[in-house]
């Protein structure tokens, strides 16, 4: 029960990201670390980092680390394009 994922960093590579402006998820994500060029209008990504990590902030969806630091990253058919360096 005490876990929120506080301290922990996440990174998602996933096939795209609708935005990294959803209320859900905007305080934990790490734009300092995120990929800018993943934002292409697609959802995957997006969904599967908001399981994780969507804040706990009153709406429906809470993820099961609320409070992690959170960095998205695009795949693409040559691979990632930047996250190597976090790796």
Same mark, same amino acid.
């Not at 998820?25 to 599967?48: E, K, S």
């Not at 399981?51 to 009153?58: D, K, P, R, V």
């Given at each position: 029960?005490?876990y929120t994922?506080r $301290?922990? &960093?996440v990174?998602?590579?996933?096939?795209g990201?609708?935005? *990294?402006?959803?209320?859900?998820l905007?305080?934990? &994500?790490?734009m300092?670390l995120?990929?800018m060029?993943a934002?292409n $209008?697609l959802?995957?990504? @997006?969904n599967?980092i908001?399981?994780?990590g969507?804040?706990?902030?009153g709406s @429906?969806?809470? $993820?099961?680390? *609320?409070?992690?630091?959170?960095?998205?990253e695009l795949?693409?058919?040559q691979?990632?394009?930047?996250?190597?360096a976090y790796a």
């Amino acid at each position: 029960n005490d876990y929120t994922g506080r $301290g922990v &960093i996440v990174s998602v590579v996933d096939n795209g990201w609708h935005s *990294y402006a959803h209320p859900d998820l905007d305080a934990n &994500i790490r734009m300092d670390l995120a990929d800018m060029g993943a934002v292409n $209008g697609l959802d995957h990504g @997006q969904n599967t980092i908001g399981l994780i990590g969507a804040e706990a902030n009153g709406s @429906q969806t809470v $993820g099961v680390a *609320y409070n992690a630091d959170l960095v998205p990253e695009l795949w693409t058919t040559q691979g990632i394009t930047d996250a190597t360096a976090y790796a």
